[in-house]
């Protein structure tokens, strides 16, 4: 799998999330609404998700391998602090 695009759109208001990114993978396929959030440790994010009947939050669209999730964490980050230099 190929990420061919990374886009950022910074987050105006105070608090825990940054920004916006939405990726394309292989020109074909694009996710939007993964967040970047400054937790206790760093920036992370969280893929896009939506609130259960339960209360809870569960992702709609995710990696399925710990390495594909590293992988995706570490190319936004990238273009986020590429961004955030500007």
């Known amino acids: ?17 940054k920004a916006v990114a939405s990726i394309t993978i292989e020109n074909e396929f694009v996710v939007h609404d993964i967040k970047i959030i400054e937790g206790e440790k760093g920036l992370f994010i969280a893929m896009p998700s939506r609130k259960a009947a339960d209360g809870e939050y569960r992702d709609i669209a995710h990696p399925i391998s710990s390495e594909t999730r ?9 273009k986020y602090k590429e961004i955030e230099n500007e």
């Not at 799998?1 to 999330?17: A, F, L, P, S, Y």
């Not at 992988?71 to 936004?76: D, H, K, N, S, Y």
């Open 1 to 17: 799998m190929q990420i061919t695009d990374v886009r950022i759109r910074k987050v105006e208001k105070e608090g825990k999330m």
């Open 70 to 78: 590293t992988r995706l964490q570490e190319l936004i980050l990238e």
